[in-house]
């Protein structure tokens, strides 16, 4: 999966290319992540032999290549209206809300699902087909389909350009688009929060080659500065952070809804965003002024580093997440805290 | 970039089971050492304990049973060690005999060392030391200049070796040395098995900065060992001694060593949570938890037979980091007053931990070396 991915997304990184104050979208390479199949990734099951590990493989990819398509966003989209019964419109799709704390407010009457509200920073809103959005109703938690023309969108950016809009919605849902959600709001934010992760771990692994490649070319002193000691053991440095950033992103999609499931997005987003920190400054500093220019690549992974950090919650909120486990757990409890997340239950 | 990919660790319901047994082993065994024993761990000495995990079958547990071993796999052994520093079990005398002297036998050894001495070593009653650094050479290892001379019937040893852990406790050491002449500064290297009770040794102590004797200075002064001695080939040490540091480097002692600490914080932590306190430790918690991944995963790939280094590399460098941080992380969440050093458990295993934390980097290979390795890895040298 990851091979067919590499395929569709190599050229992805020249689309995402776009002027500060405008949102990087290619329509053509979204047309080639449908033809693969990429957004149902992730409504298969194990017996399909594609794991969810394997899915958000894609996404890794993607983010590998800085690609300016919602595929993590739209692959929960799927798995959502899938798990809630609730045929999904064709094209890009993507969730909300992604803010702590924000929600929808639902009632149901006469078989329709009123929905009103505003939602901030919802990943490419403005390109949608459809928002993914969850809401309580009655103690339930329900997944709502909402249509592009059911909703009002205002443009907003992260960091490194990516489209992050406010949507406003006030609408009455007929009942063929909504169901019974999978997961509810803490659930959704964390699985966001894993999607970071992995995007954090495959825009990693990109700094890292680069920068190993950059440091093999570029000369100076008489030699290619791969050749200092300082040098490499920056280089070494951003490996043992892409490495973990990696092994962190990969425990946490192994698993997408359960107890274990927010744990284990905790660690991965506050380590990754740890990775992220350390690895871009490192990867800025061997490649001198040329990287810190608009003209050189590196800029779209490391701002994409710098806003995915914070996007889903920081290294602080999780941390503050995980922190708490381990206070409640206690001296005692704590080691037998750490090892249980080695039960796992899958999607 | 798949180098640096971890593949997912191994896991199943036995080793859940074993680690509930260990844990009841620890309890009864160990159940009452205060948290000032518990932050010695691997380097806690304790005879009576080191033959109870012989008898409970956690030593040698990777050996075949015709030695003595148990026939278990790699990870079942990880979850065992895990168990052990996680609980700060004293598990310094047998440490490096089943962590790596008898791997190396097993893999390189003859049969009658084999024969001879696995058996003991799962029984936790044979203790092995290290001889590689040498007063000249510490990190560049491929300068020792420890000779053994190749005369009738054996070798006669001349050299010294240094920072040696618990030679004046163990039975045996591995002794990386010269036998001959060779144009590749790796080459003309061989192990040899020496008997510490051989003629011509001494032994003299090292006290460390804690005032503790754990390492020693052995010297060697025309000692004979037969030609059994050999391990291997000769000639062929560097290869051997590259493999046995595979051992010496992926396991989870290179992140827990400090762990009591984290133990005792969350205790102090717990009586009145902080927002800082609980980030603090939640940030710990998740770089703990993504280095059992890694460090668990290169198990699992030792398992399979594959080669790992570079991976076992990554996890103790990063591990060492954060066995590292531990203790000044703690001392700035929970403070403790000036003049009292020692007095109360916390207090222990903080100036234990802080007086001990320099070691972390340089044991087992130094960070500057770690990171020379990792580029090669990259491909940069």
Redesign the interface.
């Known amino acids: 999966m990851t091979d067919s991915a590499t395929q569709v997304f190599a050229d992805a990184e020249e689309a995402a290319r776009c002027p500060r104050d405008e949102a990087a979208w290619s329509a053509a390479l979204w047309a080639r992540v449908e033809e693969a199949g990429f957004p149902e990734a992730l409504t298969y099951d194990e017996s399909d032999g594609i794991t969810t590990a394997d899915a958000l493989g894609i996404v890794r990819v993607a983010a590998a290549h800085a690609a300016p398509v919602p595929i993590g966003e739209t692959m929960v989209a799927h798995w959502l209206l899938a798990r809630a019964g609730v045929a999904a419109p064709s094209g890009p799709l993507t969730v909300g809300p992604v803010v702590a704390g924000e929600a929808l407010t639902a009632r149901e009457g006469d078989g329709a699902l009123y929905v009103e509200g505003r939602l901030s920073g919802v990943p490419y809103a403005r390109f949608a087909a459809g928002v993914v959005v969850l809401v309580e109703v009655e103690g339930r938690t329900l997944a709502v389909c909402l249509r592009a023309e059911d909703i009002g969108t205002e443009p907003g950016l992260n960091l490194a350009c990516e489209a992050r809009d406010d949507v406003v919605v006030k609408t009455a849902v007929p009942p063929d688009r909504f169901g019974p959600s999978p997961t509810d709001a803490a659930g959704l934010f964390a699985i966001g929060a894993t999607l970071r992760s992995v995007a954090l771990a495959g825009a990693l692994e990109t700094v890292l080659s680069r920068t190993v490649a950059y440091a093999g070319e570029r000369v100076q002193f008489g030699r290619p500065i791969a050749k200092f000691q300082a040098i490499q053991h920056s280089l070494a440095e951003i490996a043992s952070e892409a490495a973990a950033a990696r092994a962190a992103a990969d425990m946490a999609s192994e698993v997408l809804t359960g107890p274990e499931a927010r744990t284990l997005a905790a660690v991965a987003k506050a380590r990754t965003g740890e990775a992220a920190t350390k690895s871009a400054g490192l990867a800025h500093q061997v490649h001198g002024a040329i990287g810190f220019t608009l003209e050189h690549s590196l800029h779209l992974y490391t701002q994409r580093l710098w806003a995915w950090r914070d996007e889903f919650g920081t290294e602080a909120d999780w941390s503050l997440v995980l922190g708490e486990a381990a206070l409640e757990a206690g001296p005692a409890g704590y080691w037998p805290m750490i090892t249980d997340l080695d039960h796992r239950v899958g999607l | 970039?798949d180098q640096?990919?971890?593949a997912?660790?191994v896991?199943d319901a036995a080793?859940?089971e074993l680690?509930r047994e260990v844990r009841a082993f620890l309890a009864e065994t160990i159940g009452d050492h205060a948290p000032g024993q518990r932050i010695r761990s691997w380097m806690g000495n304790d005879a009576a304990f080191s033959r109870a995990c012989g008898e409970a079958g956690y030593l040698g547990m990777t050996f075949p049973t015709r030695y003595g071993g148990q026939g278990r796999t790699s990870m079942e052994r990880y979850v065992v060690t895990e168990e052990m520093l996680?609980?700060g079990a004293p598990v310094g005398l047998h440490w490096i005999a089943d962590r790596q002297s008898g791997p190396l036998l097993l893999q390189y050894g003859t049969e009658e060392q084999r024969r001879e001495i696995l058996p003991r070593v799962a029984a936790g009653e044979c203790y092995f030391c290290i001889g590689m650094s040498e007063p000249d050479s510490g990190s560049d290892l491929a300068a020792a200049r420890t000779r053994a001379e190749p005369v009738d019937g054996g070798f006669v040893i001349n050299g010294t070796k240094v920072w040696t852990t618990n030679a004046h406790l163990a039975h045996y050491m591995i002794l990386f040395c010269k036998t001959e002449a060779a144009e590749d500064r790796h080459g003309g290297a061989s192990q040899l098995l020496i008997d510490l009770s051989t003629p011509g040794i001494t032994i003299s102590p090292i006290l460390n900065m804690a005032g503790k004797h754990e390492f020693n200075e052995v010297s060697f002064r025309d000692v004979f060992v037969p030609e059994t001695a050999l391990i291997g080939t000769r000639g062929g040490g560097w290869a051997q001694v590259m493999g046995e540091l595979a051992f010496e480097r992926s396991g989870p002692e290179r992140f827990l060593s400090t762990?009591a600490v984290?133990?005792?914080l969350?205790?102090h932590?717990?009586a009145e949570?902080t927002?800082e306190?609980?980030?603090?430790?939640?940030?710990l918690?998740?770089?703990?938890?993504?280095?059992?991944?890694?460090s668990r995963?290169v198990a699992g790939l030792l398992q399979a037979g594959e080669n790992p280094s570079l991976?076992a590399t990554?996890v103790k460098?990063?591990g060492a980091v954060f066995e590292q941080d531990l203790p000044e992380i703690a001392r700035l969440l929970v403070p403790r007053p000036v003049g009292r050093a020692g007095q109360s458990d916390y207090e222990a295993v903080l100036d234990y931990a802080i007086l001990h934390a320099p070691s972390f980097s340089l044991r087992g290979g130094t960070r500057?070396i770690?990171?020379?390795i990792?580029?090669r890895?990259?491909?940069?040298?």
């Open positions: 970039m640096i990919a971890f997912p660790p896991d080793l859940h680690r996680a609980a762990f984290l133990v005792e969350i205790r932590a717990s949570p927002r306190a609980k980030i603090a430790v939640g940030r918690t998740a770089h703990l938890v993504t280095m059992r991944r890694m995963s991976q990554i460098d990063l500057e770690l990171r020379g990792i580029a890895g990259l491909g940069l040298r």
